[in-house]
């Protein structure tokens, strides 16, 4: 593992922890936030990485913005019916 590696991780897994301890209905609200960023920098990468294995972790369905390996940062609402993200808008 090269040292960006191992910084990229250690951030992610910060970011991990911390979320690991909010509601689901905290967790769309930061993938909302996300999602009206205009500038994207590294930090906000790693949070974002850790956010998407965060809801995955809690067995949610990101299909509708999960596509081919690249998450959509779009605004969605939780569906507890479904456990799935929903787009809204």
Known sequence: ???NNSYAQERIG???A???????N????HFNSLASSRGWVVERSYFAHALTNELQRR????SVVYKE????YIPVCYDSG???LMAIG
């Open 1 to 3: 593992m090269t040292k």
């Open 26 to 29: 905290q967790l769309v609200e």
């Open 59 to 62: 067995g949610i369905d990101l």
């Open 82 to 84: 479904t456990h799935s």
């Open 18 to 24: 911390r979320l690991q301890n909010e509601t689901i």
């Open 69 to 72: 390996n690249t998450v959509r």
């Open 14 to 16: 910060f970011y991990e």
